[in-house]
């Protein structure tokens, strides 16, 4: 890192300087496998540090309740132009302040309280967002649920999402996850909500980027109605919100209602401007190559993790992200699998797997994924040692000189692969 950027908080405030400045090394010099995970470009960085911050813009481009708007609409308007372009649709809200609120906006758009979300199974990979009972927006709206059809495949039980959306008539058919390796048929959805007169909604936060670089199906294409998503992950903008509409003008103004005044105050006009940096990187050719890269990356993973006879949780990926039962292939919990793996440099998360028999604090899996090593320059040659070298610590785990040599190796990778500073 270049220290010198943050001088004044050298000067003036030694305790989060140094935070920050640790933060950055443990950055630099660790495998960072957490899929909803990025690095951002210095310009994306550049724009949220910037005197935007110091600007009051309530309201939306040309109609504001303060003065001095003249710079903010330019920005605004640019992270709208540039959203719609990269997504191919007609109207973006891009003030929500991160993908909870994004969605929380969304349901309150669309719904009245009482009303009925169907949404994918939170232990089959959807969102706390998508109904949790231990989240505030359970109180409000009914969330129903499906589920897939086999976990060693992934494949979703679309007959089964019929005859819930048939019986409970959601209003919302949503479709999206956090830790789901596959593609969704968006069509079948399509037909099912057209069928109960649902609107269809995709929370896509974890694969915008992925969507948004063609390498993945895009929503819109197979007809969704509404798009929500972070701007963080894949998409590898600031942390922010953005809710999608595709040509329903009257739905787009309800969404625009709901976030503000419905919601939200102000808008970060810092963040907005980062977004639309981050938008003007992702309709580059290279966020492209990114994008492919990405599914490239995982897909090598996967090819080491089977060879293994690891048990991946529906049985490969197609996307950014990689579950796996460590439970069952290597006989430790996923806590501990994300313990040692950190001890040797390497970042992800344990998670729960499908009907999984243990606890949300020690479950039987783990998930990772392929955006931020991708983005700092590596291929699946990387990828694959980096999956060997994930095995070999989890086989070895209380082999201490074993698991040295691995730090010292991935240590070496990262000085080979420093985070870039500019995509452009
Ligand atoms: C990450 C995520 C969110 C929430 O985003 P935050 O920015 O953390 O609020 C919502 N939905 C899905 C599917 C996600 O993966």
Redesign the pocket.
């Known amino acids: 890192m270049n220290t010198n950027e943050y001088n004044y908080i050298q000067k003036q405030d030694e305790e989060v300087f140094a935070a920050i400045t640790n933060e950055a090394a443990r950055q630099a010099n660790g495998i960072e496998m957490i899929p909803?995970e990025n690095y951002v470009s210095r310009a994306v960085l550049e724009a949220n540090g910037s005197i935007l911050t110091n600007k009051y813009s309530e309201g939306y481009p040309g109609k504001r309740y303060y003065g001095g708007q003249e710079f903010t609409d330019v920005v605004e308007t640019l992270a709208i132009e540039r959203a719609k372009e990269l997504f191919n649709c007609e109207y973006a809200n891009v003030q929500p302040l991160?993908?909870?609120?994004a969605?929380v906006a969304m349901y309150f758009a669309l719904m009245e309280p009482g009303d009925t979300v169907l949404g994918m199974d939170l232990s089959h990979g959807g969102?706390l967002?998508h109904g949790h009972p231990t989240t505030e927006i359970n109180k409000v709206f009914n969330f129903v649920r499906y589920k897939m059809k086999d976990i060693e495949t992934g494949e979703i039980d679309y007959d089964e999402l019929r005859a819930v959306a048939l019986e409970h008539k959601p209003k919302i058919i949503l479709a999206?996850?956090?830790a789901y390796p596959r593609e969704l048929d968006y069509k079948k959805f399509v037909e099912i909500a057209k069928e109960v007169g649902a609107y269809t909604v995709a929370?896509m936060?974890?694969i915008a980027g992925l969507i948004a670089g063609k390498a993945l199906r895009n929503p819109f294409d197979d007809g969704f109605d509404v798009i929500t998503t972070?701007t963080?992950?894949t998409l590898r903008g600031p942390?922010g919100?953005m809710i999608l509409t595709r040509e329903d003008a009257d739905l787009a103004k309800r969404i625009n209602k709901a976030v503000f005044p419905g919601l939200q105050g102000g808008p970060h006009m810092n963040l907005i401007a980062g977004k639309a940096v981050a938008f003007g990187e992702a309709l580059t050719p290279a966020f492209r190559e990114y994008a492919k890269q990405v599914l490239i990356n995982a897909k090598a993973m996967e090819k080491v993790f089977k060879d293994a006879e690891v048990r991946l949780i529906t049985g490969g990926t197609d996307n950014h992200l990689l579950l796996a039962d460590v439970h069952t292939s290597f006989g430790i919990s996923g806590k501990e699998a994300e313990e040692v793996l950190d001890e040797v440099g390497i970042t992800l998360n344990k998670n729960m797997i499908a009907d999984d028999p243990r606890t949300p604090l020690d479950p039987s899996g783990i998930r990772f994924g392929t955006p931020a090593l991708t983005t700092r320059g590596m291929k699946e040659g990387e990828a694959s040692r980096i999956a060997e070298i994930m095995i070999e610590t989890m086989r070895n785990k209380d082999d201490e000189n074993k698991k040295g040599g691995l730090r010292t190796e991935l240590e070496a990778l990262c000085n080979s692969f420093p985070i870039p500073e500019c995509f452009m």
């Open positions: 909803s991160s993908g909870a609120p969605n969102h967002t999206g996850f956090s929370d936060a974890h972070t963080h992950k942390r919100g």
